[in-house]
């Protein structure tokens, strides 16, 4: 139970924790006639007894003063091991020490201009004043880093021990100033487990079409910080209910009510949510375990191209041909207009055009050659595509669940026996390019490609080839297509 001794006694005890890191850094404003302050979540965290202070790198400081940008700047001359002025026009000074990252901020009473995000700066005098501006009360609590003293003008407490998010200006004034807060709001509903107080949830609802004034790259952010919590699922759904997913992520919503060709589950919404479930569950799977975004958004995402691809079949059935192939294409756009990086478009891409493949084999008929393509195809995908696939089987029917995890079993065995055989992970044709240039007597060029990749699809077909046997391979295809 959270109480005002129990804070105030964790104060005192953050206080003592950090002395070793910041008691310089206090002892320096404190000299200079300053306060200086520990805001935000780790506040937040200590009293949750959720901060980390034995590993700096999973732990940042927030620190907030009454000193302007230029007096931090000369404060912690000689005290910064490294120093970053990125967000100085902001009020900001970034710094490391000893491996934390910490950042310090004056005292601010920003004016949003409420047509960007960004604000117009204007430095605050005191700590209440500050605290006023933060995005919900259970972020607006600070501890005062001389004497140990616990802050808490707005009821952060209160909430904190409710596990409930409110703002502490009005929230509609607070959404209006930084419309990024209505998604930080959902997802601290996935990182803390809360819920919204009423007022705010409604708030979040009837403003969430103010998310367009917010960039990409920062609703990217807040979207992968929600998906990378341990339960993701509640915020979502919450994302949905409130009309912000379809600001954010309208292909969510869009997979609402779409009955899927199984007729397994209620619609392929709330089968994306059990797959991203099941996902997440499975992750420890993977050689560096989890959690995993790339696995998290192709859990999500895969079956997106399903309401693009229905159709209504004769019988009464329903169908999404070639579903992966629309889907593959549909999260590629989304996910590069949210600004994710090449290589997680494209392995989320990848991961929903192949999700489908396994199936061609759940009745046990693949080959060996179908094995090395499902296999070279996946590449370095191939454990994220093993989760993926095994989150994808939703059914109820507990016959057909077991039928298909031991199907997917027997796969992930064939393929562990030929990578044995036959190291998958580095499949080459058996001659190389300068060998078949050498062996038809043609220069560099296409022709070279062509016939290397002729040889590779013999490699994946057949397995490795004796030597002699490539060669006369190679000189019949070259009959055929070089004319000699």
């Known amino acids: 139970m959270i109480t005002d001794e129990s804070a105030r006694r964790t104060a005192g005890l953050v206080v003592a924790a950090l002395q070793p890191i910041l008691g310089e850094l206090v002892n320096r404003f404190t000299n200079a006639g300053h306060e200086l302050a520990l805001v935000g979540g780790p506040v937040r965290d200590a009293l949750l007894d959720r901060l980390d202070l034995s590993d700096a790198t999973r732990t940042d400081l927030d620190l907030t003063t009454s000193a302007r940008p230029d007096e931090v700047l000369r404060l912690v001359d000689g005290y910064a091991e490294a120093l ?20 310090i901020t004056t005292y601010r009473a920003d004016r949003y201009d409420r047509v960007s ?36 003008p707005h009821g952060g407490l209160r909430d904190l021990a409710a596990g409930v998010l409110r703002t502490p200006a009005y929230p509609q004034e607070s959404f209006a100033d930084d419309p990024l807060r209505i998604l930080r709001a959902i997802r601290f509903v996935a990182q803390l487990g809360f819920t919204l107080e009423d007022k705010t949830a409604l708030a979040i609802r009837d403003m969430a079409d103010q998310l367009d004034r917010i960039t990409p790259e920062r609703i990217q952010a807040e979207l992968s910080k929600l998906l990378l919590a341990p339960a993701p699922r509640a915020a979502l759904e919450l994302m949905v209910a409130s009309g912000v997913a379809d600001v954010v992520l309208p292909e969510l919503p869009g997979l609402k009510m779409e009955i899927d060709e199984h007729h397994q589950h209620k619609d392929v919404y709330s ?45 009464g059935g329903v169908s999404f041909h070639h579903h992966e192939v629309v889907g593959a294409k549909m999260v590629r756009k989304r ?19 192949l999700h489908l493949r396994f199936h061609g084999f759940s009745g046990g008929q693949w080959t060996d050659s179908a094995v090395r393509r499902y296999v070279t195809d996946a590449g370095d995908l191939l454990p994220r595509l093993h989760i993926l696939v095994r989150s994808d089987c939703t059914t109820r029917n507990k016959r057909r669940a077991a039928a298909l995890s031991a199907a997917y079993d027997r796969l992930e065995e064939r393929i562990v026996k030929i990578q044995a055989e036959e190291d998958l992970n580095a499949v080459r044709p058996d001659l190389d390019g300068n060998e078949i240039m050498q062996i038809l007597g043609i220069p560099g060029g296409p022709m070279v490609g062509k016939a290397w990749n002729y040889l590779k699809e013999l490699r994946l077909d057949r397995g490795p080839m004796p030597r002699d046997e490539a060669v006369a391979e190679l000189k019949e295809w070259a009959r055929d297509n070089l004319g000699s």
Do not use: C
């Not at 995000?117 to 006023?132: C, F, I, Q, S």
């Not at 790339?294 to 309401?307: F, M």
């Open 335 to 353: 996910l590069r207009a949210l600004r994710y990086s090449k290589a997680i478009v494209e392995a989320v891409s990848d991961l929903t055009f």
């Open 271 to 315: 089968h994306s949510l059990t797959v991203l479930d099941q996902a997440i569950a499975l992750e420890d799977r993977l050689p560096e375990g989890g959690p995993d975004l790339v696995v998290r958004l192709a859990a999500l995402l895969h079956d997106i191209g399903k309401p693009a691809t229905r159709r209504h079949e004769s019988g």
């Open 117 to 152: 995000r960004n604000p117009e700066v204007v430095y605050g005098d005191n700590l209440a004043d500050d605290l006023v501006r933060r995005d919900f009360a259970v972020n607006a609590m600070a501890i005062r880093l001389r004497d140990g003293s616990f802050v808490d």
């Open 84 to 103: 970053w002025t990125t967000g100085i026009d902001f009020g900001t000074i970034a710094l490391s020490y000893h491996g934390f990252q910490i950042e």
